[in-house]
């Protein structure tokens, strides 16, 4: 059967993209709970933004899309029939990131099956690839395509809104999905056991009032700000920092996980410790040179933390069940170096 290409919501990875994570208070679990049902028997049932999801049988053959998916199966020893290319942060030709592409090696796989889905979902590479489920909790997939990949094969969709599924929750629908949900929820508890055991020696960042921006240094009139239901700001909480009550009011009312501002209200960044953005050496000169943002005090002081944009490390801002152990080493040393100028 030949599928007919759609368009994609592009994968808003950096600058608005990447597509977030880490913010499991009580609410956040409680809702999770509410839509994943607790038994693990056939058929499961998986309810999510567009109705629900039911697997009549334990999938064999596991695809996933968009981003960070596919880290879930590969976590839990599972190889994917087909994956979604990265778009962000891969420096070789692989069309993998780093961890990713390290998980397949273990494996013995060095040439995996990507969907070269950039420019928009590849339903007939999907459909070749013949899987049982298609992983998508972490996307940005429309009502039209979750249908159009449903005719191929039931889909794990995002619980509520596009682009804002945690970590926890990513892995946790993706492992239901494949049958593992036990399997996920280890995963889970040991990626948390894995941050608090490397928090602990980053003393300087507990409660220290954090939030993740794009400044564009070539056009500094706006820069945006992303809200605690992106994956990439909330995982900043997981690390042991807090929302500012200025990032906390912007949030209300919207169910965005990003927002522009324009320069002039730059004054909601003076209550922020530290201040965490995509950029190069050269950005937080820029920036201290501004004659509006150089007067914001986390600006002045120079307690920005700023991630090489297209790195590895940018792409794992946003992370996953692989990222998460590869990069937070080299995360919390920068983000230790900018809490320690805010002391």
Same mark, same amino acid.
């Given at each position: 059967?030949?599928?007919?290409?759609?368009?994609?919501?592009?994968? +808003?990875?950096?600058?608005?993209?990447?597509?977030?994570?880490?913010?499991?208070?009580?609410? !956040?679990?409680?809702?999770?709970?509410?839509? *994943?049902?607790?038994?693990?028997?056939?058929?499961?049932?998986?309810?999510?933004?567009?109705?629900?999801?039911?697997?009549?049988?334990?999938?064999?053959?596991?695809?996933?899309?968009?981003?960070?998916?596919?880290?879930?199966?590969?976590?839990?020893?599972?190889?994917?029939?087909?994956?979604?290319?990265? $778009?962000? @942060?891969? /420096?070789?030709?692989? @069309?993998?990131?780093?961890?990713?592409?390290?998980?397949?090696?273990?494996?013995?796989?060095?040439?995996?099956?990507?969907?070269?889905?950039?420019?928009?979902?590849?339903?007939?590479?999907?459909?070749?690839?013949?899987?049982?489920?298609?992983?998508?909790?972490?996307?940005?997939?429309?009502?039209?395509?979750? $249908? /159009?990949?449903?005719?191929?094969?039931?889909?794990?969709?995002?619980?509520?809104?596009?682009?804002?599924?945690?970590?926890?929750?990513?892995?946790?629908?993706?492992?239901?999905?494949?049958?593992?949900?036990?399997?996920?929820?280890?995963?889970?508890? $040991?990626?948390? $056991?894995?941050?608090?055991?490397?928090?602990?020696?980053?003393?300087?960042?507990?409660?220290?009032?954090?939030? #993740? #921006?794009?400044?564009?240094?070539?056009?500094?009139?706006?820069?945006?700000?992303?809200?605690?239901?992106?994956?990439?700001?909330?995982?900043?909480?997981?690390?042991?920092?807090?929302?500012?009550?200025?990032?906390?009011? *912007?949030?209300?009312?919207?169910?965005?996980?990003? +927002?522009?501002?324009?320069?002039?209200?730059?004054?909601?960044?003076?209550?922020?410790?530290?201040?965490?953005?995509?950029?190069?050496?050269?950005?937080?000169?820029?920036?201290?040179?501004?004659?509006?943002?150089?007067?914001?005090?986390?600006?002045?002081?120079?307690?920005?933390?700023? *991630?090489?944009?297209? !790195?590895?490390?940018?792409?794992?801002?946003?992370?996953?069940?692989?990222?998460?152990?590869?990069?937070?080493?080299?995360?919390?040393?920068?983000?230790?170096?900018?809490?320690?100028?805010?002391?």
């Amino acid at each position: 059967m030949k599928l007919k290409k759609y368009p994609l919501l592009l994968l +808003i990875l950096i600058v608005l993209s990447l597509a977030i994570t880490g913010c499991a208070n009580t609410e !956040t679990e409680t809702e999770t709970e509410t839509l *994943i049902e607790v038994n693990s028997e056939y058929p499961l049932v998986i309810q999510h933004a567009f109705g629900e999801t039911v697997i009549e049988s334990k999938p064999e053959r596991v695809a996933a899309i968009a981003w960070g998916n596919y880290d879930v199966p590969l976590a839990l020893g599972i190889e994917p029939v087909g994956i979604s290319m990265a $778009n962000y @942060g891969v /420096l070789d030709d692989s @069309g993998l990131l780093p961890w990713t592409k390290a998980a397949f090696e273990g494996m013995g796989i060095t040439t995996p099956v990507l969907f070269n889905d950039l420019a928009g979902l590849d339903y007939e590479a999907i459909n070749e690839a013949e899987p049982d489920v298609i992983l998508a909790a972490y996307s940005g997939i429309t009502e039209e395509e979750y $249908n /159009l990949l449903s005719e191929i094969a039931p889909v794990i969709a995002y619980p509520e809104n596009a682009w804002q599924t945690y970590w926890r929750e990513q892995i946790t629908l993706n492992s239901k999905g494949m049958g593992l949900e036990a399997e996920g929820e280890k995963l889970v508890t $040991n990626l948390e $056991n894995l941050i608090t055991e490397k928090i602990s020696a980053y003393p300087e960042l507990e409660d220290k009032t954090a939030a #993740f #921006f794009w400044f564009n240094p070539t056009d500094l009139g706006k820069f945006y700000v992303y809200l605690p239901a992106d994956p990439r700001a909330a995982y900043l909480t997981d690390l042991g920092m807090v929302f500012p009550q200025s990032v906390l009011d *912007i949030a209300e009312g919207t169910e965005s996980f990003a +927002i522009e501002l324009s320069a002039e209200n730059s004054d909601v960044l003076s209550d922020i410790d530290v201040i965490v953005t995509y950029g190069n050496e050269e950005l937080l000169k820029t920036l201290q040179s501004d004659s509006l943002f150089g007067m914001i005090p986390a600006i002045k002081r120079g307690s920005v933390a700023v *991630i090489e944009d297209g !790195t590895p490390l940018a792409a794992s801002g946003t992370p996953s069940a692989l990222s998460i152990p590869a990069t937070i080493d080299e995360y919390l040393e920068i983000l230790s170096d900018a809490a320690s100028v805010a002391e």
